[in-house]
Structures are given as structure tokens and as C-alpha cells.
């Protein structure tokens, strides 16, 4: 097994601010969560070069970048896919080293999905940004009105992405953001900074004007985050991540009236009915349960199982479930690497605490595995499932953002959907049955932004994205991004 490195320009992460590679003297290691190790030194940045590429995409938005078409704009994304495609395994390194993902994984989702957003936002807006609405009236007089509505950008949009899926989300919200006219300044998670300026290599490389593709490292508080937050002079923020972090943006945004769109936490049920294509279904909960050590916000943390089936059901995923390798992440057969970090790991482990102190019955996991390695000095925990917990015990209302989920037993429909619906958040919900009436009717009653039946995971680039109550504000993908990133006016002519 051969282990990955992260490519030479990384060993020290460097800022990216109107068209060059900046570094600085106050910096942070970036450990593996594999063997925890220091992969690299990144360069914080600090407030003065938060305003200064601030002001430089401002700039930008006068000069050159103003001027381009959304042809054009397209254009530059797709050379930037193609780099990206050209240096797939560095991207893949990258993603890896930080987060401790399978490259499995890696390769599916990750790089794939981060080119795949790149050219689909350039083809969804080269077709559809420039049409406009035209409305004629008649006026008493007998002259006429021509109303004619434009699209026209923001301005200067700061996007701040999270540690789980760095270059996915970060292509998610770069792309529109771009072909909408915008500038943008990326704030990377400081767990997960590498793709991010292997990403700017990128829009370096494909001739993308200085000042208009930005990215800056550092932390929330006191750094990075809340400089760029709090400058006066960006017109709209984009941020994915930890609700309460999306709380404390909100109430600096409010200050400057600015336009937000959050995608944040989920607790988010998933329902298998008796009907069910059983195995499906264990397959498919053990996926939306551990993909990614569980750190996706849209995982299922809470699943109600139909009564008659339940006790059949928790034997199977459990056996299933234990049978998942955990290990490095350049092993194919590995399903799941460490957690992110050592400090998260913690969090998910006061939460394997609690549950049982909760009342949890334990069928699997709940431990840091060892392994007589450097994997020992990482991040791991094995996937865990519980049952016999309340609705409203701690541990079934608070995201915990690891490899553990609830397994509750249900009789009714109507009884499923209230407990499904019994939480703060909601962003994503998963139906599995064999009954389409029944699909039809249970998914619309689901308090969440997107629900799918008997899948997981898998959706269409263009339909909108995002959360309800505590999961988010606004909705993002195809023309809901176009709108979301623009700002529209009506030309009224008299003819």
C-alpha cells in the first residue's frame, strides 16, 4: 500500500490575494488525522490582508472581470475543470491528507463532484443568466412601457466552507458566485486548508484576472472568518457549517443589511417502512450513517424502523456495521478513516458518553480502536449504533457530526412523521419503502430541505438546496444560485 503526500507547493499553505501566493510570518500546523502527523505550515491571514483582498476584488469588479461576458466567465471555469482534471491526483492527495478520507471516496465524490460543479454552473448560466423578463403595458396616453428586468452581480462575496468536503463545497459556491459577475474571497476550514489553495493554482494557471478568485486561511474568532465577515465593504456572505457559527455571521451581517445564505446543521431521521427492500435498506442507512466517518451534515443520525421489522433490522445492521474496516485510507477495502481531528473526536466521544448515561443500549462501537501503528496517534472511533433512548434525550436533539446513529422502533405513519419532525433542524430526510402512494404521501409531510425515497446522497445540480429552522436560510443550486448571487432591476422605457 502506497501512502499519499501532499504536493510540494503545500508544504507551506500560502494565501491567494489579487493574483499572488502570499505568505505570512504567524502560521498553524496542519495535522493528519490519520497518524497525526504535520503535513504542513499554513499562513494566517491577518486583518490587513483580509482588507487588502477585500479592496483588490473590489477592484476587480471595475476592471477587467466587470467586462466579461457570462460566455467568457464560463470559459474560465471550464479551464480551471481541466486543471483540476490534470492534476487529479494531487487534488486527491490533498483531500485525503486533511480530512482522513478514503481515497475510494475521494475519488468518487470529492474531485469528481468539484469539477462536475464547475462545468455545470458554467453551462446552467451561459443559458439561462442572461435572459431576462420583458413585460410591455399600455399607458392612458396611448404611448407605451417596455419593463425590461437585469441581472446584475452583488459585488464582492465571501464564501467560508467547511472541513468535511473542502473542494466540493468550495467549487458548490465558487462557481455560481463567478459566472453571477461576482468576486470572491474563500475562507477555507483551518482543519482542512490544502485544496483550497491547490484550487487557486488552478485559477492562477488558467489566466483568471488578479483579484477576482481569492482565497485566505486562518480561524473564526479573532482571525480570518470574522475579518472578512465584519469588513464593511463585501456586499453578501455564503456560509456552510456549524449553526451556531451560521448565528453569529447572521448577527454581523444584520448590521450591513447583508443578503446571507446558510447552509448549517441537520439531526437529521431517515424512516424505513415494513415494505422495504430490506437488505436495500440496512445497505442503505449503513451508508447514510458512516459515509465520511459520518461528518456529512445531511447524515442520518435518528432512524425510525417500522415495528415489525425492528428487532430483524437492528441484528442486521448491526452485523453489518461490524464488519466495516476501519484503517488507512489508502486501503481499498477500508469503508471509514479517522474523524477529522483529535478535538472532534473528543466531541464524539462525550457523546457516546452521554448516550449511555442517557439510557443507551450499545450494539456496536462506542470505542477508539487501536492498531499498533501510527493510526494509533490519529483521529479514529469505530461506527456506533444505539437504541433505547428517548426523542428528547440530548443525544437525539444535538447534531453530534460522527459515526453514530439511533435505531427507535415505529407503528404508524402518523406517528413517524411527528417524530421525524421532532427536532430544531432540518435539512434532510430519508423515506425507504416499496409503496408509492405511501412515498408520496409521507415525504411532502417531512420538515426538511430535501428528502429522498429508498437513496441517499445522490441529486440533481439544478434543484434547490438547503435547510429549514436551524438548518439554514435560502436555497442554492441551478437558477436558485443564480438569483440568490445577483442583484435585479427593472429598466422601465417609455416609448
Partial sequence: MNR??????????????????????????????????????????????????????????????????????????????????????????????????????AKALDVYRGMHNLRTFAEIFKHEYTTTECYESNLPDGSRLLNITRRNPLGVVVSISPWNLPLLSATWKAAPILMAGNTVICKPSEESPSSATLLA???????????????????????????????????????????????????????????????????????????????AAVDGIIRSSFTNSGQVCLCSERVFVQRSIFDKFVQAITEKTEQLKVGWPEDDQVYMGPLVSKGHREKVLSYMKLAVEEGATVHTGGIVPEFGDGRDRGAYVRPTIWTGLS????????????????????????????????????LAGVIWTTNLSRAHRVAPQINAG??????????????????????????????????????LSNISIRI
Fill in 4 to 105: 499519499l503526500t501532499l504536493p510540494e507547493s503545500l508544504k507551506i499553505t500560502k494565501n491567494y490575494s489579487n493574483g499572488s501566493f502570499i505568505t505570512t510570518d504567524k502560521r498553524f500546523d496542519n495535522i493528519s488525522p490519520v497518524d497525526g502527523e504535520k503535513l504542513s505550515e499554513v499562513c494566517e491571514a491577518d486583518r490587513a490582508l483580509v482588507d487588502a483582498t477585500v479592496k483588490a476584488a473590489k477592484e476587480a469588479l471595475n476592471g477587467p472581470w466587470g467586462k466579461t461576458t457570462v460566455e467568457e466567465r464560463a470559459d474560465y471555469l471550464f479551464k480551471v475543470a481541466n486543471i483540476i482534471e490534470r492534476r487529479y491526483d494531487e487534488f486527491i492527495a490533498a483531500e485525503v491528507l486533511d480530512t482522513g478520507r478514503p481515497v475510494h471516496q
Fill in 201 to 279: 493554482e488552478c485559477f492562477d494557471e488558467a489566466g483568471v484576472p488578479p483579484g477576482v478568485f481569492n482565497v485566505l486561511h486562518g480561524f473564526g474568532k479573532d482571525s480570518a472568518g470574522a475579518f472578512l465577515t465584519e469588513n464593511p465593504a463585501i456586499d453578501a456572505i455564503t456560509f456552510t457549517g456549524e449553526s451556531g457559527t451560521g448565528s453569529t455571521i447572521m448577527r454581523t451581517a444584520a448590521a450591513g443589511v447583508k443578503p446571507v445564505s446558510f447552509e448549517l446543521g441537520g439531526k437529521n431521521a431517515a424512516i424505513v417502512f415494513e415494505d422495504a427492500d430490506f437488505d
Fill in 450 to 487: 430535501i428528502v429522498w425515497v429508498n437513496h441517499w446522497f445522490a441529486r440533481d445540480l439544478r434543484t434547490p438546496f438547503g435547510g429549514n429552522k436551524l438548518s439554514g436560510v435560502g436555497r442554492e443550486g441551478g437558477r436558485h444560485s443564480m438569483e440568490f448571487y445577483s442583484n
Fill in 391 to 426: 426523542d428528547d434525550a440530548r443525544c437525539m436533539q444535538e447534531e453530534i457530526f460522527g459515526p453514530v446513529t439511533h435505531l427507535s422502533p415505529f407503528d404508524t405513519e402518523e406517528e413517524v412523521i411527528a417524530r421525524a419532525n421532532n427536532t430544531n433542524y432540518g
